[in-house]
């Protein structure tokens, strides 16, 4: 999806995609942080400023080429009373806050039109804040580590076999995420997803207006 560099739209890309990385680590501090882990906010993750959660060399990939990462938030799960419930809670909740913030882009570029404000600019501006932040939600969904979807799947599974799935992980996790990425299976999973997500999301926007 954001695989050409436009020079013409970085002015509306760089900050979209600076929300839709702040916004998700921010969501996994804050949710670790309200079961009891006092880790994020002592590494100063409690926070939706960007310069606390962004990986230079991620934020850049991810502009240029339409792959990258932000710095993962450190969390420390003995602090949680149920460990496999809140583990799900803190993975699903970086993905979750960037489909809700989809959802509200969508909504206010709505809004905004109903009332005659929606200009070009800013609709653009709304636009890329959408495709990040689904995009992005998707993307960190898929099962490979260490997407917070292999976290997700792990916590599904019994035991031994979420042990054997981790270990698995461990070894050919990174290998698996290179090929879905360099291969264009990512966008083969992804796109669908996202379109059905904003088709979706459209539609119940458009039962209220």
Not at 41 to 64: E, K, Q
Not at 164 to 175: D, I, P, S
Not at 191 to 202: C, E, H, K, R, T
Request: charged letters at 10%; hydrophobic letters at 55%; a neutral charge.
């Amino acid at each position: 999806m954001f695989d050409i560099l436009d020079l013409g739209t970085l002015l509306y890309r760089v900050p979209a995609l600076l929300i839709a990385l702040s916004f998700h680590e921010f969501a996994h501090a804050a949710v670790s942080d309200s079961l009891g882990d006092p880790t994020p906010s002592a590494a100063g993750r409690l926070t939706i400023n960007p310069l606390a959660h962004l990986d230079m060399l991620g934020t850049i990939m991810l502009v240029l080429c339409g792959f990258g990462w932000a710095k993962p938030v450190m969390i420390d799960p003995r602090y949680y009373k149920n460990y496999r419930t809140d583990m799900l809670k803190v993975s699903f909740a970086g993905p979750g806050m960037n489909l809700f913030l989809g959802f509200l882009s969508m909504l206010l570029a709505a809004i905004l039109n109903r009332l005659g404000m929606l200009t070009a600019q800013s609709y653009q501006f709304i636009d890329w804040i959408m495709m990040y932040n689904v995009w992005f939600a998707f993307f960190n969904l898929l099962p490979v580590p260490p997407l917070d979807g292999s976290k997700i799947l792990s916590m599904f599974l019994p035991g031994e076999l979420s042990w054997k799935y981790e270990n698995f992980n461990a070894r050919y996790g990174f290998l698996m995420l290179m090929v879905i990425v360099f291969t264009g299976l990512m966008n083969k999973v992804i796109n669908p997803l996202a379109n059905a997500f904003i088709g979706l999301s459209y539609f119940l926007i458009h039962l209220i207006f």
